[in-house]
């Protein structure tokens, strides 16, 4: 007996519809037809079953603050740390774990299982950073998360900030943070590259910087932590989140520096839903869109995995734990509309999250978890164009949650009474 068998499943890669059994967690089959019996059946009936979606960059700290103590006026990066400044003191360890686990249970909802937040330490009682570490605790049976000390106010401007993030650390917080654009000079930003490296190297820790996250064409921290990954050998556990600042370079010493990331093996997280609204807030006309330059950064073999940044926040007043909405700017910001690109988009909110965050590849396939996702979409295309419905969300074997189909009830003459708006694609992905 099985636990748990998805009938007619379309998995990206895999030729015609397949049966995927389950049992203890795990994927022990996947075949056209299994005749086994589950204790739990899932009709696919042709839809994409594909991993859980990752978000390699969060702020649980600040998500659902919309409005706390007031709204972000200008709707900028500036104004939203300033905001930030005056929240910070108000917050209590209560309210901050209880809008982060309201917000696990809306990603839970929406297929995100894998979640790295950043984590601001530049509050001497570290108030949020104790509230997320028992949010990890709670949440670990169903979702991957992963903290970032993150020195909001900069590492060395904020006098207090180092001796908070290793004591963060020292409490257990995953990974080393750091925003080098917000130090109060390039210098300093380089310096506090080098010191949160060495931190990192001296712990084993991962580092996931915001870095660059201006439209600044001099602003070139990502060099720095390039340079430094390779000199302490932190290849591969590394990570320059947002890079915008790569927009607006000038394109000689683009074409020097992506070859550069690519030998340092960093993973480069853009934000599209933020990104896209919070650069480019200087310009008149042109309006530069400020993402970082995804195509020639894949091109050159580097990991780019989309992260989502902020939902409902200082920052950012919308979103919805959804990472397909994620991918789907991402394609428009770019913009990249080639099929291949398309895919590739669906594959960084899964695939490409899960690498950044370096966990284990969560391609579904025997042996492997029973971790997946059935989405309301026949394909990976279709998937990111309907940000498609998350009918069954599964974790090691176990249905943690169940959303109904988008169906329109229609009342025309002579027209199909039940509208499926997914099933419009005129062609598949593959
Ligand atoms: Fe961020």
Redesign the pocket.
């Known amino acids: 007996m099985l636990d748990l068998v998805v009938r007619a499943a379309h998995l990206v890669g895999v030729k015609g519809l397949v049966d995927v059994a389950v049992r203890g967690g795990t994927i022990v089959e996947i075949a056209p037809r299994i005749d086994a019996t589950a204790i739990r059946e899932i009709d696919a009936a042709g839809h994409l079953v594909a991993p859980p979606f990752v978000d390699p ?3 649980m700290d600040a998500t659902l603050s919309l409005g706390l103590p007031r709204l972000n006026q200008s709707g900028t990066l500036l104004e939203g740390i300033a905001l930030w400044g005056e929240l910070k003191p108000l917050l209590t360890p209560e309210a901050v774990m209880e809008r982060a686990l309201r917000y696990c249970d809306l990603a839970v909802s929406q297929g995100l299982l894998a979640i790295r937040s ?1 984590v601001d330490v530049c509050d001497d009682a570290l108030t949020a950073t104790e509230a997320l570490i028992e949010v990890r605790r709670r949440v670990a049976p169903y979702i991957d998360l992963q903290l970032v000390a ?1 020195p909001q106010d900069g590492l060395f401007r904020s006098p207090t900030a180092e001796a908070n993030l290793l004591r963060a650390l020292d409490m257990g917080v995953d990974v080393v943070g750091g925003i080098p654009h917000f130090e109060r000079t390039m210098q300093a930003g380089a310096d506090s590259v080098r010191r949160l490296c060495e931190i990192a190297a001296d712990r084993g820790l991962p580092v996931d910087l ?1 870095c660059d ?1 201006s439209d600044d064409p001099m602003s070139r921290h990502i060099e720095t932590l390039a340079a430094e990954t390779m000199r302490l050998g932190l290849q591969g556990r590394v990570v320059g ?2 890079c915008t600042s790569m927009h607006s370079m000038d394109n000689y010493y683009a074409s020097k520096l992506i070859p550069l990331i690519a030998e340092a093996a960093l993973h480069i997280v853009p ?1 599209p839903l ?1 990104n896209i609204t919070l650069q480019g807030r200087s310009d008149t006309y042109p309006r530069r869109r400020g993402l970082t330059r995804v195509p020639e950064l894949r091109e050159a073999g580097v990991n780019v995995a989309f ?1 989502q ?2 939902t409902m926040d200082p ?1 950012y007043s919308l979103g919805s734990a959804d990472m397909l909405e994620v991918a789907h700017m991402g394609i428009h910001a770019v913009p990249m509309t080639s099929r291949d690109a398309m895919a590739w988009a669906f594959n960084s909110v899964t695939l490409g999250g899960a690498a950044a965050m370096g966990l284990p590849d969560p391609t579904l396939r025997v042996g492997g978890p029973a971790s997946l996702v059935v989405l309301q979409a026949r394909d990976r295309i279709e998937a990111v164009r309907m940000r498609a419905t998350r009918l069954f969300v599964v974790r090691n074997g176990r249905v943690l949650s169940e959303t109904a189909p988008r169906l329109a009830q229609l009342s025309l003459p002579g027209r199909p009474a039940m509208l499926d708006p997914a099933a419009y694609a005129p062609i598949a992905e593959d």
């Open positions: 960059h969060f702020h950043h993150f915001h996250e989140s947002h934000n933020i992260g940044d902020c920052w």
